[in-house]
Nanobody, 122 residues
């Protein structure tokens, strides 16, 4: 059974940086597709960034040029480096895993972490 544990959330001022980590347990290798999603109060969950086993990355338009997703297949860990953060980046960030090609639809992911809160103040 795959388990995902996120860390690295917190409070940061606008323009600052934060790095989220997600460690995968319960499987011998990092799954085919790893993603970061976020959900703000009263809003639907949305995709932030995806990375597949070949290292191909996709980003939401709202974070392109500011966020970077990466994966360490030895440590079974995926990261989200957040830079030049904005108040609208405030949300709970979730790590997700999928044993298949990457999909931008959060409902296609079967494994989720517990979430880590990111709060950006202006």
């Amino acid at each position: 059974q795959v388990q995902l544990v996120e860390s690295g959330g917190g409070s940061v001022q606008a323009g600052g940086s934060l790095k989220l980590s997600c460690v995968q347990f319960g499987y011998s290798y990092l799954t085919d597709c790893m993603g970061w999603f976020r959900q703000a109060p009263g809003k639907e969950r949305e995709g932030v960034a995806l990375i597949d086993s070949q290292g191909s990355m996709r980003y939401a338009d709202a974070v392109k040029g500011r966020f970077t997703i990466s994966r360490d297949n030895v440590k079974n860990t995926v990261y989200l480096q957040m830079s030049s953060v904005k108040p609208e980046d405030t949300a709970t960030y979730y790590c997700a895993a999928r044993f298949s090609y990457c999909s931008e639809a959060w409902r296609d992911f079967g494994y989720w972490g517990q979430g880590t809160q990111v709060t950006v103040s202006s």
